[in-house]
């Protein structure tokens, strides 16, 4: 059933970045986070995290301004090990983000990546963001858009510090550093 999921998410980013013209460009952000919230449920299915990581549901976070609008909303139906989805939003840096299971860093919050990402350092949260450099500033996952597709960009070893574990079928996507 994971395999089902994992290939209709790629089925769908064909559609959509297969369909993309230069006069869609301004679409092309939507698409790009149509493509991203895709991969967001991958990783909440083929990713382990210790087993204390996960409370009483598994949370997905937005900090920043929320860039996926609707896009997000049919996972908050699905599960993760029996624990349902729930999606959480956060304004900026207040609030506690060493809740979330996966914690997605808008662009909005660039200036604020260090006082975001320090806190959770070593917390088992896998940290996401479209930011340029975010992987390279103590992130763990960037998503990169170039030449119209969005590639992965993983830190494993940030990855791997607290313990969380990415299935060798989302590695075998990314670029590994």
């Known amino acids: 059933m994971k395999r089902f999921h994992f290939l209709l998410a790629a089925m769908l980013a064909v559609v959509i ?4 013209t230069p006069q869609a460009a301004a679409q092309s952000v939507d698409s790009k986070f149509t493509l991203i919230s895709a991969y967001i449920y991958n990783f909440t299915q083929l990713t382990t995290f210790p087993s ?4 009483d549901s598994f949370t997905v976070c937005i900090v920043g301004q929320d860039p996926f609008g609707a896009n997000l909303d049919p996972i908050k139906s699905r599960k993760v090990n029996d624990e349902r989805i729930s999606v959480k939003h956060f304004g900026g840096t207040e609030g506690d983000l060493s809740s979330c299971n996966v914690l997605f860093v808008s662009g909005s919050e660039r200036a604020n990546l260090q006082a975001i990402l320090k806190p959770l350092k070593g917390a088992p949260v ?10 390279d500033s103590g992130g763990m996952v960037e998503f990169k858009l170039e030449d119209g597709k969005v590639g992965i960009w993983i830190d494993l070893s940030a990855v791997r510090a607290p313990g969380i574990s990415i299935s060798s079928k989302l590695l075998s996507l990314a670029n590994i550093r």
Not at 52 to 55: M, N, T
Request: proline share 0%; net charge neutral; hydrophobic share 50%.
């Open 17 to 20: 970045w297969g369909s993309q």
């Open 52 to 55: 204390a990581a996960v409370k």
């Open 126 to 135: 896998l940290t996401m963001s479209d930011i340029s450099g975010f992987a």
